[in-house]
Structure formats: structure tokens, C-alpha cells
């Protein structure tokens, strides 16, 4: 069985380490921070510092998990051994490949990134159950690992996530649109409200509460996010701007705002039926030659790897 | 002890009459909906027709309390009996305040709005536990009789509510703000999502799906409420728009979102910590002269009316 070394215990690989050792995985980490290792220790889990967890994981041939934020990526890589198994869980992944590909070419690396979190941060924060039904990406790029991209998607299997096959591109422009963008408006919003002043925060009720939520996000964390996804952030930005706008010179012009609203309704229901569709089973031999191909189809449709053995992955899709 | 006469028994209307009688008081209701009459019927409750709803508040001078949405608010103000206690729970307050000097100046008219629902709508989906916790805005305008708007708070405080005293003008801004920017944002989002396909809904987790929740909420509802309060709304849309092209234009030219995350961030942190502040005890004698202008400080500075004792109204404000 695969060992596993993560690099960075902050909410999302604290949430890693408490999940997978939880799974029966032989895990280890390291952190920077003084006060995460230090409370991960007492709460009995095995972390070392940084060089002594990466010669580990050489000797054993163990998944590398990079959990650091993005700005913190390169320092890491630098300090990687020579062809290791490495994964990460960054919220852009066009971004950490380049730096991967200039800073540590010879790791065997699959990106990927788990579709959790909470507005709270740091090991404090990390909970073995984060993953309990989330979607975990797998990139799954032309000439990729097949057998390291085997040992992620075990991994996000093990701690209870679904995995959503893609590539960096299209994950980067889908989460611009789905999670960088939330977080944007989520900012706009709250400021809007607060510029009411008091009246309007005691008249806040579940719709301004819930749409503002992950602006209590560590906001150095939520910067380094969406900053490090510029391009596609853009791209969703102007589409948000433009059908903003759209509903502005509805509402002036006639008064009427059927059409923002009606669509935004549907794309909603899109969203509930999706995840209310079981789909279809179908298999995906990772030992195949066409195996990233069929697997990245099973993400643009919305679907997901559910399990796996050995090595045939059961997708449900649509 | 005042009784209820509630017209409308959809979400809103529905939750007042359950919550109303769960609370002593005598109460009953109309509705033009044949399946909303039904079932609440069948649920014990007491609904006749709108004409006998309107004669029997007459001859128990009833506080009559229009549930039903901004389009259908005229019609039923043309029914009103001359001198009725009036209060209403639609989200705008000054057109309806218009319409009531309209089509009902005789009528004893304090405007009332419960910040309070959910994204199902209709008597099935009414709930005697949706004030709970609840702000329930009451305009304090000048002039307004304060018999009744005695009635109101005392309502608003049984079905476990607080009083937000304000008055129309401020409360339509500050909504506009704060619940009818949320809805067409959710709009916005959720068809920016929708457009990035399968892929990127099944990526959506927590912040994509709570600030689109309310984007599941019926459309017509959501229009009526929003297109209702436009000239507020589109202050409050220029508002975002502004504050969104600021930061598409710094991310597109230094790559940076600082002023933006930072901005929201700490307004979400002015939210919660008004949430968190439990204010200082004030009184208001609602028999006073100056009552109806101290209430409005108590709202302006975010503050609430906790409890009605006689004619002294106990809040809490900062």
C-alpha cells in the first residue's frame, strides 16, 4: 500500500493527513508553521520537519502531497528528490504544472484538488471528514503518470471524496466560474451591505448571510487564490460584469428583470439536477493507452470516478 | 386581546397565522389560492373567504395583515373596510405606503417586514418557527398611528421575532442592499456557473451552492420583490457593479485584488460582529410624542426592540 508524505497542515492537508491515517494509510508531515506542527503532534500524528519527510517519502517511494499555498509552491519544489510521486492540492493547476516543469521536471506529477473547505484556516480548522462527498480533480494530462494518477485517485477515494477527471485548463476556467468568482462576489457584496450601514446589517437575513460567508475567509489565503487563477478569474469576472450590466439597463430601461432572474433560476435547477442524477456506470481501464482521454471525458460531462480496482476505475457519468 | 386577520397564506402569510395561533392569539385567514385554502384548511386552520376575512376584522377590529405579493396588494386595499388596523409584510415599504394612500387612506397603516423565507414558497412550505430570530422591520413614520403600531410589534415579538423600527424610505435602501442585490447576484452567478457546463457544476461546492441558493427561489416572487423596489435596487447594482469593475480592472492590471478582498472581508467581520454584540438596554414609551422618532434611532443604529410592556417598548442598541 502506497505511504503518503504531506507537505503543508494547514485546513486542507491537515484535513489530508487526519483523513487518510484514519483510512489505514502509513502518513506522515511537515508544516512551517510552529504552531500546527505542534498541536498536530499532540493530537498524535507523526510530523517532521520538511528535509527528514521528503527523505522518507524517497526511501519508501511514497505520494508527495503538496498542501502549501501557492505562493509557497516553488520553495517546496526545489527541495524535492529526483523522480518522486507528487500531487498537490492547489486551487489552480495550470499555474503549479508550470512551476513543477521548471523547478522539479523529473517528479512524476498528477495535479489535483479537492472541492472543500470552510472560512476557517490552519490545522485547528482540518477535520477527517472534510472530504465526506466532495469532489476531489485529478488531472489527468496527455502523458501524465498513469500509475501516480492510480495513487490520487486511491487517495481521494480513501478519505470518502468522488473524483472529477479533467485537465489544468479546463479545471482552471471551470473553478474560475465556480469557486474563485463566488469568492469575489461574496467580497463586492458584503461591502455593498456594509455600506448601508447598521440599518442594513441588522435587516441581513440568510440570503446576504449566506452569499457573504466565505468573506470571512482568511482574506491572504482567498487573494492567493484567485490571484494565482488571473486569466481565467478575468474570464468569468467579465461574464459576471457583463450579465450584471445586462440586468442593470433591464431594470432602468424597462423595469423588468425576467431575464437575469429566469436564467439564473434554470442554471440553478441545473445545478440540483445534476447532483440529484445518479448517471450511468460506466469503466475506465487506467492501464489503457486511451486512459487520460476517457477518463476527462467522464469530467466534461459532469461525471465522477467512484471507485477503483486495481486498475479499473468505475465512473458514474452522463 | 388584538385579534389577526391575515390575507395571503403563501411562505409569508402562512408562517403568521401558524405562528400567531401556536402564540394564544385568535386568528384567521384568506387566501385566493384554492390549494393553499385547502390544505391549510386541512391543517385546522380557520380560512374563510376574503370578504368574510374583511367583515370579521371589521367587527372585532382585527389588525388585518396583507401577506399577499406587491401586484396583488391593490386590489385587496380596494376591499378594505374604512378605519382598519393595517400592516402588511411585503419586502418594499414605500409602494405599498403609495398604494395604501391611494387606494386606502382611511386605513391605520404601519408597514411591517419580516426578513425571514426560504426558497420554497406557498402554504406547504410555511413554517410556525420561520420568525424565530428574525429581524421584523416596522415603519415608525411620522404621523403613524402608534395603537397599532403597538399591534405590530407586539405580532412581531410573539411569533418570535425583533423589531427593526424604521422608516420606508430607509428600509427600501437598505434591503435593496442587503436582500434584492443577494437574489440578482445569486441570478448572476448561477448562470456564469452554468455556462462553464457539466464540468464546472460538478465542481461547485459550499460557496458556489450557498450564494445561488436563493436562485432556487420561485422566479415570479423573486422578480415581483426585486422589480418592486427598482429605484433602490439599481443604486445598490451600481454599487456592485462598481466595486466588481474595480476589481476586474486591478486584477487585469497589477494582478492584484487586495482592496477587494480586504474591503469584504472586513465588512463580513462588521456583520458578525454586530451578530455577536448584544447592545445596550434602552426604553421608548411608545405613548410618547417623540416615540416614533426614537424608534427610528434605535433601527438606524442597528439596534432592536426586544420586548413590549404596556406602552414600553425594552430595546437593545449600540
Sequence with gaps: MRELCVVGLGLIGGSVLRAAVAAGWTAWGATASEEDAGTARADGFDVVDLVEALARAQRSDALVVLAVPLPAVERVLRMLPAGVRLTDVVSVKGPVADLVGRC???????????????????WAASDVALFRGAAWVVAAEDGCDLDVLGDVVRLALAVGAHVVPTDADEHDVAVARVSHLPHVLAAVLASVGAEGGPLALALAAGSFGDATRVAGSDPDLVRAMCEGNRNALLGAVDDALGRLGAARGSLASTGGLAKTIDAGHAARGRLDA?????????????????????????GARGGRVVALDGTTALARTF
Design 274 to 298: 445534476l447532483r440529484a442524477d445518479e448517471g450511468a456506470e460506466v469503466t475506465v481501464d487506467l492501464a489503457a493507452r486511451d486512459a487520460r482521454e476517457a477518463l476527462r471525458a467522464v
Design 104 to 122: 522539479a521536471p523529473s517528479a512524476r506529477y498528477v495535479g489535483g484538488h479537492p472541492m472543500a473547505g470552510t472560512s476557517a484556516s490552519g
